[in-house]
């Protein structure tokens, strides 16, 4: 940045983050053909540098539209079927409409439908935006973190960033379900923890360990949300622990992976091995047995998450700035 | 209307609706205390007299946003659960996006709410509007006719607008069930319309009588779509013909609430009586025995309604001003 009074320019964020001016133009224009990586540096050297654009655009941006967007960044289809993404935006828009706010939601689905959003929130199309479904990677974020929008995300706090968050509580969900497998006798466990970029992946670790204490005996990494990556990551649980006897999977679909393989290798569930997953994703309920796993109260986070954002809108403090909602153990037959 | 070559004024309206101008404002600005026979007759006065309001202001209004947004009147909870409402909303989405468009989804539940959206609409913020949920009655609806805002509306036709619009085929469904309970050996069919009011009840009736043919003894209308109704009409009903030995109900609802009379009457369903009802609704497989329907492909419905704002926002003629879309009967065992 340069000395004395002068503003921090692009040129300092560009410097900072170690890209071309040109990069730093593209994100804050909302271009999709941005690495991941590289939207996410330049984000973090806009924190960084203080650099705020379009001062004078932004000035002139003072009427409310008493609107506030949802945001989630999902193929449609999955929006309308999945179990917790439906109720949040239902909690979120009947809070809102409580506040005397118009909810819109808007389904972001591909780099153009990002790029048009992105647009209509960074021109004052309304007053605020909850984001649900976005990581920090996301490029969409970066551009709307050099807006004076208000915001609030779906999720754990996003590292460098200051925006308001509210999540199910990941900690404290998987201390639960995991000391529930330590009461019906289990003393040997391991954990299949999320993907090493999950913000969540180090949180139901630290709740799989705050809740097995001793009977703690490994766990691991996988490399993606999937049935296979499970598989995996339990085939190697198995060979550096053959005498484990319960599993705590960091999703349903990982624990789906890990049953099917503990399967194969002729351990029976649950009565050989307890098997437990997070999320009550659908197929949770379908397996075979029925998986025991971690409920979210999505319609609370929406509650949560309307709250928050009119706080914002309204200029008042936030008694908390991340939100931790509190969900439930739902015990099946897996276990 | 004035002599010449004068364009018709709010006056013109306010004399053909037979109201005053300033009820006329009022429907115009979108408030919402107007009773519905009068916004409609204001709407009704628009199209008589031909009535463009705000040239001026409509003229700027050039800049295209690539959004549409889909506005349906719904409490917020029953949307997201409601059985055709977010399959409608999905089918949507999807086409907008191929079509380069971007839906941004309003639930209007309150009449702030109507209000709200409605300045929105009529200001602009979105390139069209696909109407849900809603009647010819809706003070909303008679706010946007005056706009030159694209519309659809799922539904019938509105009476007296030229909307384009697109729903389920009540008269095709309604002959089709009806047609199978004929087969199953019913010979004195009875069918309870929906309300006078709704646009859907001369379908379904003319839907029965033409699958019922000499078979249908009688029918009788209901005051609203509850269950309540649904046991006076059969009440009626089997008072005026106790020989019957089928009801055709214009909803699923209507069909339960004449399944109760007809148990506490003695008649057992389906081995006395055979009942069908309309719509598929989640009361409709829970009832005991569980209820005979018609399935609306609600998702086909809402691509047809994208494909159909799409062609008039590019100015293109749409082959059909109405499309009615194709159901299925689901036989299940109260018949």
């Not at 989630?72 to 935006?89: D, K, Q």
């Not at 399967?263 to 569930?269: L, M, Q, V, W």
């Not at 047995?289 to 971690?294: A, E, F």
Request: aromatic residues 4%; negative net charge; glycine residues 8%.
């Amino acid at each position: 940045m340069s000395e004395g009074t002068s503003r921090p320019t692009m040129h300092d964020v560009a410097r900072v983050a170690g890209v071309s001016h040109a990069t730093v133009s593209r994100v804050l224009n909302g271009h999709t053909n941005v690495a991941p990586a590289t939207a996410r540096a330049v984000a973090d050297a806009i924190v960084t540098t203080g650099y705020v654009p379009n001062r004078a655009a932004r000035s002139l941006r003072v009427q409310s539209t008493d609107t506030v967007v949802l945001v989630a960044r999902e193929n449609v289809n999955v929006f309308y079927t999945e179990p917790t993404l439906s109720p949040m935006a239902s909690g979120a828009n009947l809070r809102l409409s409580e506040h005397g706010y118009q909810m819109l939601l808007a389904l972001v689905d591909s780099p153009r439908s990002a790029e048009r959003v992105g647009s209509l929130i960074a021109g004052g199309s309304f007053d605020a935006a909850i984001l649900v479904a976005m990581t920090n990677e996301d490029p969409l974020v970066a551009r709307l973190m050099t807006t004076n929008i208000p915001l609030v995300t779906a999720s754990t706090p996003f590292p460098g960033s200051d925006i308001p968050s509210a999540d199910t509580d990941n900690v404290g969900g998987a201390r639960a379900i995991t000391e529930r497998l330590v009461a019906t006798g289990r003393s040997k466990l391991v954990a299949i923890g999320g993907p090493a970029w999950a913000p969540v992946t180090p949180m139901r670790l630290e709740g799989f360990h705050q809740g097995a204490k001793n009977a703690a005996i490994g766990h691991t990494a996988v490399d993606g949300w999937t049935m296979a990556a499970g598989q995996r990551a339990m085939s190697e649980l198995l060979e550096r622990h053959p005498d484990l006897d319960g599993v705590v999977a960091a999703s349903d679909l990982l624990a789906t992976g890990a049953m099917r393989v503990l399967n194969e290798a002729g351990r029976r569930t649950p009565q050989d091995v307890g098997v437990v997953g997070f999320d009550d994703a659908p197929v949770a309920a379908l397996n075979d047995p029925p998986l025991s796993t971690v409920r979210s109260d999505a319609r609370a986070t929406g509650i949560a998450l309307a709250d928050m954002v009119v706080a914002q809108i309204r200029g008042q403090e936030l008694p908390q700035r991340h939100v931790v909602i509190p969900n439930d153990v739902v015990w099946r037959e897996s276990a």
